[in-house]
C-alpha cells in the first residue's frame, strides 16, 4: 500500500528544471488507472498538509491505459480480458460507479465527457502519414464511438466515425465512414449529414465549445465551410495544398480558419482565410489559435494578431512558446523545452504573476485555476503542488506527495482533485482548499 508522505512547502523552494509537454496534456492519455487493479483507499495521514490529502491509488496500472477528471469522476479506459472498457470511478473515495464495454480494441484516445455523456472512441484504425522530407509516422484514429450515460454507464447509442462533442449544443461532430455529420449527444439523432471525399483535416469555427461552422480540407487542397446549425455549404474554394513538399493542417482563426504548411526544413507558413469567401486575407510564419486572437511564435518572441488583418496587437519579445489555458489566458514559456512559464493574458500580453515553474496537471475545463506539479529538492522522489489562480497569476503552494523515487511529473486534474501516475500506482489526491 502506498502511503502519501505530505511535507511542508515553502514559496522559497528551489525548483529543478521540468519540461513541460503539451502534447501528452492534450492526449491526456499518460495518466492510468485499472478497471482489473487493486484499489487501495488510503486515509489521511497525520500531519498531512491541509492543501493535499491523499484518497486512494489503484496499484495495478499499465502506461497505455488512458484516464480523465471532470466534476467528481474518474473516466478510465483500459483493456480488460481482451476488450476495451470504460469505468467510472468516484474521485472522492475510489468507489467503481460503473464498468462498459465499449469494442473490440482500445484506443490511446481518453473517454470524452460532455456534461451528463461521455462518448468513448474505440475499435482504432492506423494511416500512416508521409512527411514531405521522405520521414513519416502512424496515426491512430477510432474507427467507431461509443455514448454512454455518464451516470450508469449504460449505452446510448454507437456510430461508425470519430465523433467530438459540443456539451454547449448538446450535439457531436462525427468524421468517418465517408460522411460529415452532426448528432444530438444524448441520442445519437442525426441532425444533418453529407456525404464527403476522405479529408485531410478539419476544424470547427471558433472552437468545439462554441461551434458557429465546419471548415473542412480534403487531400487535393479543396476547403470547405459549412454551417454547424444545418450543414449548408456557405463556401467552397480551392487552395494551394503542396502536399509533396509540405504537410498542411487546419486551425481555427477566430471565426475565419488558417492553414498551417511546414516544409522539409521545419520552416512553417500559414494562410488565413476569410471564413465567408475562403478569399486569403494575410499570412505569418508560425500561428496558433490565442483567444480572441492568433498569436504568431518566431525568433522575435510572441505577438498576438487580429485574426482579420494580422495585425500586432502585442508581443513579448523573451517569449519562445505560448500555450492557451483558457478563454482569455495564455502560458508563455521562457525556453523551447517550456521550463519556466508566466502566466498572460491573451488581450493584451500583460504577465499575470510571477514565473511559474514545473508541469501543468492536464484538465478538460480549467475553470479559474490550474494545478502545476513539479519534482522536489528538499524531499527527493516527490511532487510539489502550486495552485495557480487564473484571474491574477497568483501562486498558492499546497502540499508535496510520493514516496519513491520517480520524477515523473504529468499529473490529470479537475476542480479540487488530481491524479498523479507514480511507479508505484496511480495516486489520487484531493487539493484545496
Known amino acids: 500500500m502506498a502511503v502519501i508522505d505530505l511535507g511542508e512547502v515553502t514559496a522559497e523552494e528551489d525548483a529543478p528544471a521540468v519540461p513541460l509537454d503539451h502534447r501528452r496534456l492534450l492526449r491526456a492519455a499518460l495518466g492510468v488507472l485499472s478497471i482489473a487493479g487493486l484499489l487501495v483507499i488510503a486515509g489521511s495521514a497525520p500531519g498531512d498538509a491541509a492543501g493535499v490529502r491523499s484518497l486512494w491509488t489503484i496499484d495495478d496500472f499499465r502506461g497505455d491505459d488512458s484516464v480523465v477528471l ?116 444524448r441520442d445519437g439523432g442525426e441532425i444533418w449529414r453529407r456525404a464527403m471525399p476522405p479529408l485531410a483535416g478539419w476544424t470547427p469555427l ?66 488565413v482565410y476569410s471564413a465567408d469567401d475562403l478569399e486569403p486575407l494575410w499570412s505569418a510564419r508560425d500561428l496558433s489559435p490565442c483567444g480572441e486572437l492568433l498569436c504568431s511564435v518566431g525568433i522575435d518572441g510572441v505577438s498576438g494578431r487580429d485574426p ?70 528538499s524531499a527527493p522522489g516527490r511532487l510539489v503542488v502550486t495552485r495557480l489562480d487564473l484571474a491574477d497569476g497568483t501562486q498558492t503552494p499546497l502540499g508535496v506527495f510520493g514516496t519513491n523515487g520517480s520524477d515523473r511529473s504529468f499529473c490529470v486534474a479537475t476542480r479540487g482533485y488530481l491524479a498523479c501516475p507514480r511507479v508505484d500506482g496511480l495516486h489520487v489526491m484531493a487539493v484545496g482548499p
Not at 478510465?76 to 473490440?104: K, N
Not at 472512441?121 to 454512454?148: C, F, I, R, S
Open 70 to 185: 471532470a466534476g467528481r469522476t474518474a473516466y478510465v479506459s483500459r483493456p480488460f480480458d481482451g476488450r476495451p472498457r470504460v469505468a467510472a470511478y468516484d474521485l472522492s473515495d475510489g468507489r467503481l460507479r460503473w464498468t462498459t464495454v465499449t469494442g473490440v480494441q482500445i484506443t490511446t484516445q481518453p473517454p470524452r465527457p460532455a456534461g451528463d455523456t461521455v462518448l468513448a472512441p474505440t475499435d482504432p484504425m492506423l494511416a500512416k502519414v508521409v512527411l514531405p522530407d521522405g520521414g513519416g509516422y502512424v496515426y491512430e484514429g477510432p474507427q467507431n464511438t461509443v455514448a454512454l450515460d455518464a451516470a450508469t454507464g449504460r449505452e446510448l447509442w454507437r456510430t461508425v466515425g470519430n465523433a467530438m462533442p459540443s456539451a454547449g449544443t448538446g450535439t457531436a461532430l462525427v468524421v468517418g465512414g465517408g460522411v460529415l455529420r452532426v448528432v444530438r449527444l
Open 206 to 271: 471558433p472552437d468545439y465549445q462554441h461551434p458557429v461552422a465546419i471548415a473542412t480540407a480534403d487531400q487535393d487542397g479543396l476547403l470547405s465551410v459549412f454551417g454547424y446549425a444545418d450543414g449548408k455549404l456557405r463556401a467552397t474554394s480551392r487552395v494551394p495544398w503542396e502536399t509533396r513538399t509540405r504537410s498542411a493542417t487546419l486551425i481555427p482563426a477566430g471565426r475565419n480558419l488558417a492553414v498551417v504548411r511546414d516544409d522539409p526544413s521545419r520552416q512553417t507558413a500559414t494562410t
Open 308 to 377: 482579420a488583418t494580422g495585425r500586432e496587437v502585442w508581443t513579448v519579445p523573451d517569449a519562445r512558446i505560448m500555450f492557451p489555458v483558457g478563454p482569455d489566458r495564455i502560458l508563455l514559456g521562457e525556453n523551447l523545452m517550456a521550463t519556466r512559464l508566466r502566466l498572460a493574458d491573451s488581450r493584451t500580453g500583460r504577465a499575470l504573476g510571477p514565473t511559474i515553474t514545473g508541469a501543468q496537471a492536464y484538465t478538460e475545463d480549467p475553470g479559474d485555476r490550474l494545478y502545476f506539479v513539479r519534482p522536489s529538492v
